[in-house]
């Protein structure tokens, strides 16, 4: 019976005791989940969100949250969130915010099917890797994801550090800076 008591009172000690923020810098080897809105912040801090046209950092014309309006289906995909693709093009017509988060999730959609197809085991990843090679993909596309093969072997390898290491000293870093920056920090805290 004491020892019941002395359960019941450890319980009801540490059922006030609140879990530690979303946003700790320790990571729990185990946590590799990721929510829609822990992508949209980190990408959005990245891409930015502009509901009207502009000139990404290689002059492309973008919208939303990093949608190149000079991809091929890109004026398909505008008129399925009903805005008309010439005159977003030429900036007489903005999107809303909603139509900003369904171009996002399309781009999310691509940028994790990449993710995959470059580490399978992708799902597998703890959730702060998970986070920098879904912005890198978003930002890279497979194409040039797939050129960081030395990051890609420290990961399969569960070197985080090193993968981190990787990106940094590319020249993809060099062009984005604090991204590839921050990106590297999710790394070695993993």
Same mark, same amino acid.
């Not at 099917?113 to 890198?136: E, I, S, T, Y």
């Given at each position: 019976?004491?020892? @019941?008591?002395?359960?019941?009172?450890?319980?009801?000690?540490?059922?006030?005791? /609140?879990? /530690?923020?979303?946003?700790?810098?320790?990571?729990?080897?185990?946590?590799?989940?990721?929510?829609? $809105?822990?992508?949209?912040?980190?990408?959005?801090?990245?891409?930015?969100?502009?509901?009207?046209? @502009?000139?990404?950092?290689?002059?492309?014309?973008?919208?939303? %949250?990093?949608?190149?309006?000079?991809? /091929? $289906?890109?004026?398909?995909?505008?008129?399925? %969130?009903?805005? $008309? @693709?010439?005159?977003?093009?030429?900036?007489?017509?903005? %999107?809303? $915010?909603?139509?900003?988060?369904?171009?996002?999730q399309i781009n999310i959609k691509t940028a994790y099917n990449d993710a995959?197809?470059?580490? /399978?085991?992708?799902?597998?990843?703890?959730?702060?890797?998970?986070?920098?090679?879904?912005?890198?993909?978003?930002?890279?596309? @497979?194409?040039?994801? !797939?050129?960081?093969?030395?990051?890609?072997?420290? %990961?399969?390898?569960?070197?985080?550090?090193?993968?981190?290491e990787e990106i940094l000293n590319s020249k993809w870093a060099a062009q984005v800076k604090n991204r590839?920056?921050?990106?590297?920090?999710?790394?070695? !805290?993993?």
């Amino acid at each position: 019976m004491q020892f @019941y008591k002395r359960i019941r009172k450890l319980l009801e000690a540490v059922a006030d005791v /609140p879990p /530690p923020p979303s946003s700790a810098i320790v990571q729990n080897v185990a946590d590799t989940r990721i929510t829609f $809105d822990d992508v949209l912040s980190l990408i959005k801090k990245h891409e930015g969100h502009k509901n009207h046209v @502009y000139l990404d950092s290689v002059g492309k014309k973008t919208i939303g %949250i990093g949608f190149n309006l000079t991809r /091929p $289906d890109a004026p398909a995909i505008l008129k399925s %969130i009903g805005a $008309d @693709y010439n005159k977003v093009l030429n900036g007489q017509q903005d %999107i809303t $915010d909603e139509q900003a988060k369904t171009l996002f999730q399309i781009n999310i959609k691509t940028a994790y099917n990449d993710a995959k197809k470059f580490l /399978p085991q992708f799902d597998g990843l703890p959730r702060n890797v998970k986070l920098a090679v879904l912005d890198m993909s978003f930002n890279l596309g @497979y194409t040039r994801l !797939s050129k960081f093969t030395n990051t890609k072997q420290h %990961i399969d390898a569960g070197n985080y550090k090193k993968a981190g290491e990787e990106i940094l000293n590319s020249k993809w870093a060099a062009q984005v800076k604090n991204r590839a920056n921050e990106l590297a920090k999710l790394f070695f !805290s993993s």
